[in-house]
């Protein structure tokens, strides 16, 4: 049997996804959680082998709840699932120790599928998922701007783009204004932007809303 945990913060999403993935055999959920904490506790507290992991889950940086899970927790296995497109946040989410990203309008096939292939130890992206990713062998060339940001900056990009303040993105990151402003400044320098409007035309022009 695998022991699934779903992390997102919308009830009816949770609800959605525990129906599907006990529909079939083998698979059993045995907890949810709305914020980063929560899953933290609930992975400490009780056991599971797969984490359905959504992107924009409050309460920490994605990337860093990813990396914490992983050391925290190395047996268990992270299927990302999220609403934004495969080329924003999977290498990303890959590279941080996920198993596997899905975007949210696969089927409830294409999900169990996953979950069943990460358990075994696996990866799991969809077919156009893996050839971008064979794309990227060749890494003299980058797609666009923003692949060259880390995975900070990137997190900056993407909530100041959205209209985000300073401030609020320091309380959402967890750091301090004035870090978040050297963020900004680096990725301003790297992309060639200079003020937050170029941010966030560049942010909608390349669907990076959060």
Request: proline share 3%; glycine share 6%; charged share 25%.
């Given at each position: 049997?695998?022991?699934?945990?779903?992390?997102?913060?919308?009830?009816?999403?949770?609800?959605?996804?525990?129906?599907?993935?006990?529909?079939?055999?083998k698979i059993t959920v045995t907890g949810e959680a709305a914020t980063a904490s929560e899953l933290f506790r609930l992975?400490?507290?009780?056991?599971?082998?797969?984490?359905?992991?959504?992107v924009s889950m409050p309460g920490s940086a994605f990337v860093d709840t990813v990396r914490e899970l992983r050391e925290?927790?190395?047996?268990?296995?992270?299927?990302?699932?999220?609403?934004?497109?495969?080329?924003?946040?999977?290498?990303?989410?890959?590279?941080?120790?996920?198993?596997?990203?899905?975007?949210?309008?696969?089927?409830?096939?294409?999900?169990?599928?996953?979950?069943?292939?990460?358990?075994?130890?696996?990866?799991?992206?969809?077919?156009?998922?893996?050839?971008?990713?064979?794309?990227?062998?060749?890494?003299?060339?980058?797609?666009?701007?923003?692949?060259?940001?880390?995975?900070?900056?990137?997190?900056?990009?993407?909530?100041?783009?959205?209209?985000?303040?300073?401030?609020?993105?320091?309380?959402?990151?967890?750091?301090?204004?004035?870090?978040?402003?050297?963020?900004?400044?680096?990725?301003?320098?790297?992309?060639?932007?200079?003020?937050?409007?170029?941010?966030?035309?560049?942010v909608v022009e390349h669907d990076l809303m959060r």
């Amino acid at each position: 049997m695998i022991r699934v945990a779903i992390a997102d913060d919308h009830p009816i999403v949770r609800q959605g996804l525990r129906r599907i993935a006990t529909e079939g055999a083998k698979i059993t959920v045995t907890g949810e959680a709305a914020t980063a904490s929560e899953l933290f506790r609930l992975v400490a507290g009780v056991p599971v082998d797969v984490v359905l992991l959504d992107v924009s889950m409050p309460g920490s940086a994605f990337v860093d709840t990813v990396r914490e899970l992983r050391e925290k927790f190395p047996s268990v296995r992270l299927l990302v699932l999220s609403v934004h497109p495969e080329d924003q946040w999977a290498l990303r989410a890959l590279r941080a120790g996920a198993s596997g990203y899905l975007t949210k309008d696969h089927s409830p096939e294409q999900l169990v599928e996953a979950i069943h292939r990460v358990a075994r130890g696996g990866k799991y992206v969809s077919e156009a998922l893996a050839e971008k990713l064979a794309g990227l062998v060749d890494l003299g060339t980058l797609r666009v701007p923003h692949d060259q940001l880390s995975d900070r900056e990137f997190e900056v990009l993407c909530s100041l783009g959205s209209g985000m303040t300073v401030k609020e993105v320091a309380v959402e990151l967890q750091l301090s204004a004035k870090t978040v402003s050297t963020y900004r400044a680096r990725l301003l320098e790297k992309m060639s932007l200079s003020t937050n409007a170029d941010l966030v035309r560049y942010v909608v022009e390349h669907d990076l809303m959060r």
